[in-house]
């Protein structure tokens, strides 16, 4: 059997006895794009007719935004995240997710070096010979304008379509990613302060201890001398 038909048996076979929860582990994985939409389609059936609870593991944040409205993500075995899509795009995606395609692979990087001169504050996810994909942070960058700016760019024939979304569920992996890595590198200081300053109070009792050592020897000396 190829990896796709494997794919195919191991989620019937996972649906063998009508179980109530469905486990399954990266089950599009080896599919072309047709057979994947189809396998999607018969599980979001499945989780409507038969009121399925499916529990996805996945490294397809495709997978993940259409099979499942709650997600969890981790990092280096470390849950970082957890809640419904809408209120994780809310909390660390703001913005919108856009897509610009050019009308040629040979104008695709002087667009996107337009764009970048434009509006330095839309944030690159992808870049293929064909199209461009964004994060528009809502408080950095005023949509309408951007808009005008597409809609314009459009017209003179630079860019052959565009549509605007929202925030991918993979802007709100990448942000929650970094602000986990920024509170892990500041905690990270904040102990090495900590050792420092251990160090720094114990070469001051040294120098304390040094300090009363030769008092106490001068204190000696005067009484000899006496």
Known sequence: LSGGMRRRLALGIALVGNPSILLL??????????????MWQVILKLLNQKHLTLVLTTHSVEEATYLCDRVSMMENGQLISIGKI????????????ITVRSTSPA?????????????????????????????????????????RFLESATLAGSLKDYRIGPASLNSVYLNVL???????????GEAVSDTDTVREH????????????????EKENQEVDS
């Open 25 to 38: 582990d990266e089950p599009s994985t080896g599919l072309d794009p047709q057979s994947r939409q189809d």
């Open 86 to 97: 809408a209120q994780l795009r809310q909390l660390y995606a703001n913005g919108y997710h």
């Open 107 to 147: 104008g695709t990087e002087d667009l996107k070096a337009t764009i970048a001169a434009s509006y330095p504050a839309l944030q690159c996810e992808s870049c293929s010979p064909s199209q461009i994909e964004y994060f528009c942070p809502l408080e950095d960058v005023a949509v309408p304008p951007l808009v």
């Open 178 to 188: 970094d602000l986990t890595r920024q509170a892990a590198a500041k905690d990270s």
């Open 202 to 217: 114990d070469n001051d009792k040294g120098k304390a201890k040094e300090t009363e050592t030769a008092t106490a020897t």
